[in-house]
């Protein structure tokens, strides 16, 4: 009998969603054998570890819940030695950018459909695997406001009403006008190197982002560069400048976020420095960096899509 492997987070305030809607109607059912695993009270990483080791060959794995969920579930699929292992996302969070990208599939959808093969990103920092993301990885200003959405108060109003992606400009634009300039977000100057080993130096840039995924945070707009094996979007810029981050913001909610198609990138500053890096949402503060690199996975994720 096949195997379905659900991860979710009891601690979650959608879990009673989650456990009636999701847990208790697949307990009902009679073609799958179904297992848990509830997300830990550890970061992202070691939930993936610990997820990784319970994986079995033909599992369905499902995450049920928030980015954060979907991030840990990716990232221990991904890192699974087992074969053959699908991966489906039910969105119970507040921005959902996984579920998005994918079409939101119901439950049902997920269960009977084939899967398709998507390409996540790959990030490296120092030479050595740091995390997998989906929709997108940033380093710098984008990544230090994640910290914004972890206060009780912003996560209590982010889940009252509709008004989510409002709030949640309000929410970047007050932190961005009290903190842009009291710290220093990325070194100010560092080499931008591709594939070619073309290396460009970049001077005054306050972000970089890499985007997969057809949106950032809710907020902003992307792409199916998820579906291609070896391009994602690339962008640098200086977004602490009123006029710089207008212009991005505007151009990412009402177009598509700006830049340029990549294959690869790597980040090299001159002496080791403390950055902030998020994958979505999920972010670290990581000390002594000297290289950050970017790239699609060699192992394609088959992915359960609603077409």
Same mark, same amino acid.
């Given at each position: 009998?096949? !195997?379905?492997?659900?991860?979710?987070?009891?601690?979650?305030?959608?879990?009673?969603?989650?456990?009636?809607?999701?847990?208790?109607?697949?307990?009902?059912?009679?073609?799958?054998?179904?297992?848990?695993?509830?997300?830990?009270?550890?970061?992202?990483?070691?939930?993936?570890?610990?997820?990784?080791?319970?994986?079995?060959?033909?599992?369905?794995?499902?995450?049920?819940?928030?980015?954060?969920?979907?991030?840990?579930?990716?990232?221990?699929?991904?890192?699974?030695?087992?074969?053959?292992?699908?991966?489906?996302? *039910?969105?119970?969070?507040?921005?959902?950018?996984?579920?998005?990208?994918?079409?939101?599939?119901?439950?049902?959808?997920?269960?009977?459909?084939?899967?398709?093969?998507?390409?996540?990103?790959?990030?490296?920092?120092?030479?050595?695997?740091?995390?997998?993301?989906?929709?997108?990885?940033?380093?710098?200003?984008?990544?230090?406001?994640?910290?914004?959405?972890?206060?009780?108060?912003?996560?209590?109003?982010?889940?009252?009403?509709?008004?989510?992606?409002?709030?949640?400009?309000?929410?970047?634009?007050?932190?961005?006008?009290?903190?842009?300039?009291?710290?220093?977000?990325?070194?100010?100057?560092?080499?931008?190197?591709?594939?070619?080993?073309?290396?460009?130096?970049?001077?005054?840039?306050?972000?970089?982002?890499?985007?997969?995924?057809?949106?950032?945070?809710?907020?902003?707009?992307?792409?199916?560069?998820?579906?291609?094996?070896?391009?994602?979007?690339?962008?640098?810029?200086?977004?602490?400048?009123?006029?710089?981050?207008?212009?991005?913001?505007?151009?990412?909610?009402?177009?598509?976020?700006?830049?340029?198609?990549?294959?690869?990138?790597?980040?090299?500053?001159?002496?080791?420095?403390?950055?902030?890096?998020?994958?979505?949402?999920?972010?670290?503060?990581?000390?002594?960096?000297?290289?950050?690199?970017? !790239?699609?996975?060699?192992?394609? *994720?088959?992915?359960?899509? !609603?077409?």
């Amino acid at each position: 009998m096949k !195997r379905l492997l659900v991860v979710y987070n009891p601690r979650s305030s959608h879990y009673g969603r989650i456990r009636k809607g999701v847990i208790d109607v697949l307990k009902e059912r009679k073609d799958w054998t179904l297992a848990k695993y509830e997300i830990g009270q550890m970061d992202v990483d070691e939930n993936a570890v610990e997820l990784a080791k319970i994986i079995q060959d033909g599992d369905l794995v499902i995450a049920a819940g928030g980015d954060g969920t979907a991030a840990a579930t990716l990232n221990g699929v991904m890192m699974t030695k087992a074969k053959d292992v699908r991966f489906g996302v *039910l969105g119970f969070g507040n921005f959902n950018d996984t579920a998005r990208s994918f079409g939101e599939p119901k439950l049902e959808e997920i269960l009977r459909r084939e899967p398709t093969e998507v390409w996540p990103l790959e990030c490296r920092i120092n030479g050595k695997l740091w995390r997998y993301g989906m929709c997108y990885v940033t380093v710098g200003m984008f990544a230090v406001a994640c910290g914004v959405f972890d206060h009780p108060k912003t996560r209590h109003a982010l889940r009252k009403g509709n008004k989510r992606v409002t709030f949640s400009i309000g929410v970047l634009a007050r932190w961005w006008l009290k903190c842009r300039k009291m710290q220093k977000f990325l070194p100010e100057k560092f080499e931008l190197v591709n594939s070619s080993d073309e290396a460009v130096e970049v001077k005054g840039a306050s972000d970089y982002l890499a985007v997969n995924g057809l949106t950032v945070a809710k907020l902003m707009k992307g792409g199916r560069w998820f579906m291609k094996p070896d391009v994602f979007l690339s962008k640098t810029g200086r977004l602490t400048r009123f006029g710089g981050l207008f212009g991005f913001m505007s151009r990412s909610v009402l177009r598509k976020v700006p830049g340029v198609d990549s294959d690869y990138d790597k980040l090299v500053f001159a002496e080791p420095t403390e950055v902030m890096v998020q994958a979505e949402g999920e972010y670290e503060r990581i000390a002594d960096v000297t290289t950050i690199e970017i !790239r699609k996975s060699k192992k394609p *994720l088959l992915a359960i899509m !609603r077409k």
